[in-house]
């Protein structure tokens, strides 16, 4: 049963215990109009529902109800003895029907004819009714049978005078809820589950960010002590899980929202004539609860763009060759820390020349900045208030209108909108969201004598340049600093000289230089900054609106060790040192777009060096590169582990780091923490040397592919198997005899 | 000192101030504007903000900017600790970065005076008036003008 049913269930469950109190209620104040509009309410719930869920006897049967309460309501009828009856009733009939969803998922078979008769029975005000009902009616405290109407409600006849009988309640009638009291041998869904305020989670939330703050406190300053150590480790793991487990709390999956697009769909083809299939994958995809709430209109939004403008219209399609039945795609799924809905169509696409002149046209960009901007950049101009609502591009462009509303509704959340077009082929807008508002793991750079944080959602790489080597590395084109990262130019902005632009500066000469490679919506530049701290999880605060019209810091955090730091914007500081979307990355996705599987052969690798000999890692496995004192290593048995983010990590040492480094606890070793299905192995080496792309060998004369070795830099390296490296004990048995990683071929 | 103290007082003509000094003139700031005063804080300097602004400081979990009162009044800033004020306005709250945080005074409504003509626009802006104190004057401060977004869209203007 999925996540929507199930709600759908205990709402509906909830709805109808009110109702029934109500209905009691009722017996004694006819007139009672809160009463009645409260019961409407139930059932109306329940009707509106059952529509998305596709329950047809559900909605059929609560129809008819609503009908007769409508009249109820508007007063047009007595809520008489019989009626309360008929609505009880029709109270049982519903539970019966939801329990039998409940435990087969389907409605079951059934008529509810009797019943929906009857209500319909009811709503013909009692003075048109044959008179021996109302006779009946007036007998009420007698159990007669005698009084049975003439009509299609005959064998439900003695239900009302039960139902009149105080204290005695009313008896299922129906038969589709045969046992209403049997004892339920499973919890049902209402049971097992407990609605909580949001606001209450919100706290709980803000509570668990307060105590991720401490416990970084707590790490730092117990660091030192061993006899500390055990605490804080244990400090630390239940924080990480107690934060998981409210972080899920608030999770929902987005069917909450895609659920409602089906309908959307099919009332706007309806009136624009379009022929579209709506496809959803990705369903059961989870976002924080107030995320979810904040992409809804914006989802909505750009379903109705792109069934208005983006999809055409039958005979259009046919014409350009296409089949007349558009596809729309709604699709979620999880990437790293965020979470992406797509939204794409095959419909006309965008004409970026078009956007470009008007662009022109109307002074948003000056004619020699567009002749130079690229088409991603071009096309992020209809993200521009003002520019989407222009008639004209709508027409043209076929897309466009509040796209701004679409954009500002996502940023107010930390995520980003991106948008791909081919003309003829089709739209694809990309929402990127946030899994979260509140933590994020982010680096911590040191520069103009205080610390910062760089979320590490836009870093790609750090790279180190000593001040004797600052002078050659650091290459310039009259003012423009470069960096020529494995053979392309890397722009660079100092964060210092961005900062403070009138201070003074140390030469890049005099001192270390880090330069985090960022990527922000394709603006790909280098930061520099003066120095490098841990990565932390720091909680995001907002900041007041005068610090916030800055425009380069997104928040502020409190860190491990109770400083505050400034949270930096990459998108925002790109934008402020000009660094614009190469057109390199545009050629180098459309590349990878065009050539597919075949781009992807020759695979990246991570060269390291470990006591002496080179060896490759696969980069797409590689999570994290940590440097840490051999003292962090510890042992089971003879294994080598480490505790890393509160989880054991078993390190590979065929390399002999380790017992090279014996006897120096302080000495600093590098261990890289990779991927390897679905466990992280880390693998101790002395240095990191560079990443290279990496060919294929083959053997000579049979022309088969070698397993394990790689052309690197022109020299045969051998690729750590990440799969030889064994479990931990405890899941299964330690093999006997292990370490036995491919040898290092120089 | 109870808050139903404050109204009774009032009645009386006599009103509440927490003194603060900045170089060497007393300042007054209403007590019930006043959430927390919070010693010797280090703000947390923020590049490229406003002068005005003083930095940041953690209070209660919250990230607060605060407003140097030395840098509204064009002295030079000073190295070392400051009080902070936290006040509360209408538009949220904010610290007050003041040299030191002094006593509470009663004083009587009776002895305040507005703004003379003769205070040059940018102070007319910031006081509210002075008490005649025994020996000096108490230069009231008015919190909702002290607002960084009201600074920040005064800058702005």
Redesign the interface.
Same mark, same amino acid.
């Given at each position: 049963m999925d996540e929507l049913t199930r709600e759908f269930l205990i709402e509906s469950q909830e709805g109808l215990d009110r109702m029934e109190h109500c209905l009691t209620d009722l017996e004694e104040r006819p007139q009672d109009t809160a009463l009645l509009a409260e019961i409407f309410r139930s059932v109306h719930t329940i009707k509106g529902t059952t529509g998305f869920l596709g329950f047809k006897r559900l909605e059929k049967l609560a129809h008819a109800g609503e009908n007769l309460l409508g009249l109820l309501r508007e007063g047009k009828l007595r809520a008489t003895g019989p009626i309360v009856t008929g609505l009880l009733e029709l109270l049982d009939g519903l539970r019966g029907i939801l329990k039998t969803i409940e435990t087969d998922s389907n409605e079951g078979e059934g008529g509810d004819g009797v019943l929906i008769a009857r209500m319909e029975e009811l709503q013909v005000p009692a003075v048109m009714r044959a008179p021996q009902l109302i006779e009946a009616r007036l007998k009420a405290t007698a159990p007669a049978v005698e009084a049975t109407p003439t009509t299609s409600v005959a064998p439900l006849t003695p239900e009302p005078m039960q139902a009149m009988e105080p204290g005695k309640a009313p008896q299922p009638v129906v038969d589709a809820p045969a046992e209403p009291a049997r004892p339920r041998a499973q919890a049902t869904a209402a049971e097992s589950t407990l609605r909580v305020d949001v606001a209450l989670l919100n706290r709980m939330m803000n509570l668990v960010g307060e105590l991720v703050l401490t416990r970084n406190q707590v790490l730092q300053a117990t660091a030192a002590d061993p006899n500390l150590t055990m605490l804080s480790r244990r400090l630390d793991m239940v924080t990480a899980d107690l934060r998981e487990a409210v972080m899920k709390a608030r999770m929902q999956p987005v069917s909450n929202i895609f659920s409602k697009m089906p309908r959307i769909v099919r009332d706007l083809t309806q009136s624009l004539g379009r022929r579209v299939r709506l496809q959803m994958e990705g369903q059961e995809t989870e976002l924080d609860k107030s995320l979810l709430e904040a992409i809804k209109d914006p989802l909505t939004h750009a379903v109705r763009n792109a069934l208005d403008h983006g999809i055409e219209t039958p005979d259009v399609r046919l014409a350009a060759g296409k089949d007349p039945e558009g596809t729309l795609k709604l699709r979620a799924y999880q990437e790293g820390s965020h979470v992406l809905v797509e939204i794409s169509d095959d419909g006309a696409g965008i004409a970026v020349e078009k956007i470009r002149q008007k662009a022109i046209e109307r002074g948003f960009i000056t004619r020699e900045r567009a002749a130079h901007q690229s088409e991603r950049e071009l096309l992020q101009l209809i993200f521009v208030p003002g520019f989407s609502t222009a008639a004209a591009i709508t027409n043209v462009s076929g897309r466009g209108v509040g796209m701004d509303v679409v954009r500002t509704n996502v940023e107010r959340i930390g995520g980003k909108v991106e948008i791909d077009s081919k003309v003829g082929k089709g739209t694809t807008l990309r929402l990127r969201i946030p899994l979260t508002l509140a933590i994020i793991p982010a680096l911590i750079v040191r520069s103009v004598g205080q610390s910062f944080a760089l979320p590490q959602g836009a870093l790609s790489e750090l790279v180190h340049i000593p001040p004797g080597q600052a002078a050659t590395a650091i290459e310039w084109m009259e003012n423009a600093p470069l960096y020529r990262l494995r053979g392309k130019l890397l722009p660079l902005v100092f964060l210092d000289r961005l900062l403070e632009p009138s201070g003074k500066h140390r030469l890049a000469a005099e001192r270390d230089n880090f330069v985090a490679v960022l990527d922000a919506d394709g603006r790909r530049f280098g930061l520099v900054v003066d120095g490098l701290a841990d990565p932390e999880e720091i909680v995001v605060k907002p900041l007041s609106g005068v610090l916030k019209e800055i425009g380069l810091y997104s928040g502020a955090t409190v860190l491990g060790n109770a400083d505050l730091a400034l949270i930096l914007d990459p998108g925002a500081i790109a934008l402020r040192a000009g660094v614009s979307m190469s057109a390199e990355e545009e050629t180098g996705r459309a590349v990878e777009e065009e050539a597919g599987e075949e781009a992807r052969k020759s695979l990246e690798y991570l060269l390291v060096e470990a006591a002496g000999s080179r060896a490759a890692v696969p980069l797409d496995e590689v999570l994290r590169i940590e440097q840490i004192p051999l003292s962090r290593i510890e042992y089971i048995g003879y294994r080598p582990v480490l505790n890393f983010e509160g989880q054991l990590l078993p390190v590979e040492d065929s390399g002999g780091v380790l017992a090279a480094a014996e006897g120096d606890p302080q000495k600093q070793i590098v261990v890289v923490v990779c991927r390897e299905g679905n466990r992280h192995v880390g693998i101790a080496v002395s240095h990191v040397l560079d990443v290279a792309a990496g060919g294929d060998l083959f053997e000579s004369g049979t022309a088969r592919r070698t397993d394990g070795v790689t052309l690197l830099k022109q020299h045969v390296t051998s690729v750590v198997d990440l799969g030889g490296v064994p479990a931990l004990p405890g899941a299964e048995e330690a093999p006997a005899a292990w370490s036995q990683m491919a040898e290092t071929v120089e | 000192m109870s808050a139903s103290g404050v109204e009774v007082s009032q009645e009386a003509g006599l009103v509440e101030m927490c003194s603060v000094r900045v170089g060497r003139v007393l300042y007054g700031v209403p007590i019930a504007y006043i959430l927390e005063i919070v010693g010797s804080a280090r703000p947390? $300097? @923020? $590049?490229?903000? $406003?002068a005005f @602004?003083g930095g !940041? @400081?953690?209070y209660r &979990?919250? @990230?607060?900017?605060t407003v140097s009162l030395r840098q509204l009044l064009g002295l030079p800033t000073r190295d070392g600790p400051q009080d902070i004020l936290v006040l509360e306005s209408s538009g &949220?709250c904010?610290g007050l970065l003041v040299d030191s945080v002094g006593e509470v005074l009663t004083v009587s409504s009776a002895e305040h005076e507005a703004n003379p003509s003769i205070l040059d626009e940018r102070n007319k802006r910031l006081f509210a008036g002075a008490y005649k104190l025994k020996g000096s004057l108490l230069v009231m401060l008015d919190p909702e003008r002290m607002d $960084?977004?009201r !600074? &920040?869209a005064a800058l702005a203007a």
């Open positions: - | 947390q $300097p @923020v $590049p490229l903000a $406003p @602004v !940041l @400081v953690h &979990g919250d @990230v607060l900017t &949220g904010f $960084p977004m !600074l &920040g």
